[in-house]
């Protein structure tokens, strides 16, 4: 087990709330929890700190409201290739909500029933909630992002000159929510230029007015507008010698511009560092992972995303440094 626990009794693992077991199809398939479920999904899903984080303010919320007493959050590894059977069997299993990462936001974009109007245009979704007619699909990433950039590095996307570092799921999301919330212009970098197309296709229809352009970072790199903030959505930074996705050296006045890494782990990524020592602020994602969690959580309780970010924050804290 990922807590260096085996329980003899496999219902003693779905039972204790103080148990983050990485769970299976399976363990879904003889299902005998009687609260209330919730559940992330990925492979793998070990490594996630979502279910310390929001058992925590589970916990929290049941100790000013006892609807929430019952409540639970639990992690399942699941392939691909499983996760239409394991939607299926989450609704049939009643599981309130459920969230989702790697590599399934994009995979159940057409699983779903029906999706917000605010996820459409990203083609993936991260949060669904539990619905008669199915699943209902919902995307908080954007929100995390958004919420994460102004509590870290003091600054709003709108009107702020952007430069998107990846062309990916993790790049969709951030570059719609930048062109929702109006930034002043939008650049994006990518190694290939394939993928680069296919997202400035998907984006032109939502930039109307504002600056859209794009790049490769295999090639001399533009001039980038002044107090420009850099959002790294790549998975540079994620192994270990990793190079930052860019270099930063050109920049006129670096002490103006910021930079945000979406990766959280190692806490100081190689772009932190980089951007650190030309003297730009930075800040890693955790704070992302919190707020579009907080948000999850929002749309499940109706508790709002401010008051449980806090909470949520500590505990990721806490798991991330194993304490």
């Known amino acids: 087990m ?30 005998s929890f009687s ?27 049941a100790r000013r409201d006892p609807r929430f007493r019952d409540w639970r959050y639990f992690r399942f590894d699941i392939p691909p290739d499983d996760l239409p059977r394991a939607l299926a069997l989450l609704h049939e299993k009643k599981f309130f909500g459920l969230n989702l990462t790697i590599p399934h936001k994009i995979l ?7 999706t917000d109007p605010a996820a459409r245009p990203i083609g993936a979704v991260n949060t669904l909630i539990r619905t008669e007619r199915g699943w209902h699909g919902h995307n908080t990433d954007g929100y995390g992002l958004a919420a994460a ?25 951030a570059a719609v929510e930048c062109l929702q919330q109006h930034c002043a212009s939008l ?15 998907l984006l032109k229809p939502f930039a109307r007015e504002i600056p859209l352009h794009a790049f490769l970072v295999t090639l001399p790199l533009p001039k980038f507008p002044r107090g420009a903030l850099f959002i790294n959505a790549t998975s540079l930074g994620l192994q270990p010698g990793d190079a930052p996705p860019i270099s930063l050296h050109t920049l006129a006045s670096p002490a103006e511009a910021h ?31 919190v707020h579009q969690g907080a948000k999850s959580l929002e749309l499940w309780t109706g508790i709002p995303a401010a008051q449980t970010a806090p909470v949520m924050r500590a505990a990721a804290e806490a798991a991330l440094h194993g304490i």
């Open 2 to 31: 990922e807590d260096g626990i085996a329980p003899a009794d496999p219902k003693s693992k779905i039972q204790d709330p103080n148990l983050n077991p990485v769970l299976t199809l399976n363990d879904l398939a003889s299902w």
């Open 35 to 61: 609260g209330t479920s919730l559940a992330v999904l990925g492979h793998p899903i070990a490594h996630s700190l979502s279910p310390p984080m929001h058992n925590a303010a589970l916990a929290w919320l």
């Open 108 to 114: 159940a974009f057409d699983l779903v029933a029906d």
């Open 149 to 173: 950039v102004h509590e870290t590095l003091g600054r709003k996307l709108a009107g702020a000159p952007v430069v998107l570092l990846g062309a990916g799921g993790a790049a969709r999301a």
């Open 187 to 201: 650049w994006i970098g990518n190694r290939t230029r394939k993928n680069l197309d296919a997202l400035l296709a």
């Open 259 to 289: 930079a945000y890494d979406m990766i959280y782990s190692p806490t100081a990524t190689p772009f932190q560092a980089h951007a650190s020592s030309l003297g730009l602020r930075s800040a890693n994602g955790l704070s992302m992972l």
